[in-house]
């Protein structure tokens, strides 16, 4: 299934648009005729979603940019009105997972999901508000959170992506008055490299059932190939990016009398990393 509204004339920015999920989405919404400015640290594989947008007739803009730094991820939505003088579709999607038990957890890596899962969000979505608010526009902001948010002991990862689904809920009774709609996006487990800090021997276990030959050093991006023959071999346990682009150009191509405001994914069985 390939969902694909017309959102010719749209501007959207999409946070973390250098790998997995957010680099699905940010393809989907150039694929449905929005100009899209996409956000990582990592250029050349934004370039390369660039180059698919382009070729297939479209507009993408990158912007290297960390969303720990909150001046850089505010002029992410100014970008778009520098750009275009309007802002559609805003979605946050940047995020790091650490999944150690609280008593052996470290610091840093609670900081960086801080930052990065909720710090970078709220600035993200205060940004938008305001760019959209300027336009006079309708807008959307999804939020992409994480079945984690529906487990009470999911952890510093888990307890980050409770605090997506508040702000989300909090900033919607915010903005009762205006034409700005807010999602939260809930996957399970997707096939991306956001489990490259995880136990090493699930990921082990995907790199051996995708059949290609190669290893995985803990801490680093698995090659693209890898992820989608070991989706493909592990469909029932784990989605593809672009179950969830399927899921975001739905939301964003409803009418405005219409807005979901969370929705939870998964695959047809658990999986526990
Ligand atoms: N995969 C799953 O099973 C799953 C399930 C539920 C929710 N999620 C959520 O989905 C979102 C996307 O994750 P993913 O699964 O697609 O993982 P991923 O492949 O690791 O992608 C994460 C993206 O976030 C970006 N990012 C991380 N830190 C950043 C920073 N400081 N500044 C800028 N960009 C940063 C990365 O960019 P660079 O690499 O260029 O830094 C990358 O583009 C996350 O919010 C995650 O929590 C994932």
């Not at 002029?75 to 008593?103: K, Q, T, Y």
């Not at 709220?122 to 487990?151: E, K, Y």
């Amino acid at each position: 299934m390939s969902v694909t509204p017309d959102l010719s004339g749209q501007t959207a920015v999409v946070t973390g648009a250098s790998s997995g999920i957010g680099r699905a989405i940010a393809e989907r919404l150039g694929a449905c005729g929005a100009h899209v400015i996409l956000s990582g640290r990592t250029e050349a594989t934004m370039r390369q979603s660039v180059d698919a947008i382009t070729r297939a007739g479209g507009r993408a803009t990158v912007k290297v940019s960390d969303v720990r730094d909150p001046a850089a991820m505010a002029h992410l939505a100014e970008s778009a009105l520098e750009l275009d003088g309007r802002l559609d579709i805003f979605v946050n999607n940047a995020g790091v997972a650490w999944l150690a038990p609280i008593i052996d957890g470290d610091v840093e890596h609670w900081r960086a999901m801080l930052e990065t899962n909720v710090l970078a969000l709220l600035v993200g979505c205060q940004a938008a508000i305001r760019a959209m608010r300027s336009t006079g526009n309708p807008g959307r902001i999804i939020n992409v959170s994480s079945v984690a948010a529906q487990d009470r002991a999911s952890g510093v990862y888990g307890a980050t992506k409770h605090a997506v689904n508040v702000i989300t809920q909090t900033l919607r009774e915010e903005l009762a008055d205006d034409s700005i709609q807010l999602c939260s996006i809930m996957p399970g487990l997707v096939a991306t490299n956001i489990g490259r800090n995880h136990n090493p021997a699930v990921i082990e276990g995907i790199v051996a059932v995708s059949g290609v030959d190669t290893t995985f050093v803990p801490g680093e991006h698995l090659a693209n190939e890898v992820l989608e023959k070991g989706q493909a071999a592990l469909s029932d346990f784990m989605m593809s990016p672009e179950d969830i682009a399927d899921a975001v150009a739905y939301v964003v191509g409803l009418p405005a009398s219409v807005n979901i405001t969370d929705l939870a994914l998964r695959p047809p069985k658990g999986f526990d990393l």
